[in-house]
């Protein structure tokens, strides 16, 4: 089982609202990923959590809030988003976060719309 | 930095075809993994083939094969009998031990296999 699994599969929000990107995979992976993809643009990495721990942050603006709750979910938080955030938020899963041969997993993916 | 180049915005292949996607990367690490990933209209981001660089032979995954030219640094797949589900964004990744497992991707190829 390769599959990591994304919710919702679609999100519409306002500026003022309040939500959260859920993601989970049973491979027993303990890396995850978030990804922001903007149309006809390669995926730009947001957040990269290693055995729960937040390792990376790229400079992401505090509207977007991460959580790895367990080994197995991931969360984005979303709180008062601008419209230029609406895109496709990807999640991805590796088997660790350091190992360069590691193969990252990807989901289907959030389509984000702000309004 | 690391820099992957893919110089095709955009390919089309009649069906059964063989096209041949080009990428090119920059690096002075000797170690590194090379990626092709496919991204369908459905959005999931799917690993089609992987190359480590001190492997000399080129990988192969049924229709798909790279021709890994380490000191050209090119990095191309090769799609034989092309099928109507080839159509998709394809991206190029490359990680290397100064990035850990952060994914370095190229800008895509649109390709669009025509009936």
């Known amino acids: 089982d390769t599959e990591v699994t994304q919710t919702p599969k679609h999100l519409v929000m306002g500026m003022t609202n309040k939500k959260s990107l859920k993601c989970e995979q049973h491979m027993g992976h303990r890396a995850m990923y978030w990804y922001k993809q903007k149309a006809k643009k390669p995926p730009e990495l947001m957040f990269v959590y290693s055995y729960e721990k937040l390792s990376i942050n790229e400079s992401v603006p505090s509207r977007f809030s991460p959580e790895c709750p367990n080994s197995s979910l991931l969360n984005l938080h979303l709180h008062a988003l601008q419209p230029e955030d609406s895109a496709l938020y990807l999640c991805?899963?590796?088997?660790?976060?350091?190992?360069?041969?590691?193969?990252?997993?990807f989901g289907a993916g959030t389509r984000l719309s702000v309004l | 930095a690391q820099t992957v180049t893919q110089s095709q915005p955009e390919m089309s292949v009649q069906e059964a075809e063989t096209v041949t996607l080009s990428c090119t990367y920059d690096t002075s690490e000797s170690n590194y993994y090379l990626f092709w990933y496919k991204q369908p209209p459905s959005r999931q981001m799917i690993l089609v083939i992987r190359q480590e660089a001190y492997k000399q032979q080129n990988a192969t995954e049924n229709r798909f094969s790279v021709n890994f030219q380490k000191a050209a640094k090119s990095f191309s797949l090769k799609i034989s009998d092309s099928q109507l589900g080839d159509t998709a964004m394809y991206f190029c990744a490359f990680v290397d031990n100064n990035a850990g497992n952060m994914l370095t991707f190229g800008g895509g190829t649109r390709l669009m296999v025509k009936p």
């Open positions: 991805a899963s590796s088997q660790d976060g350091t190992a360069i041969k590691n193969i990252q997993y």
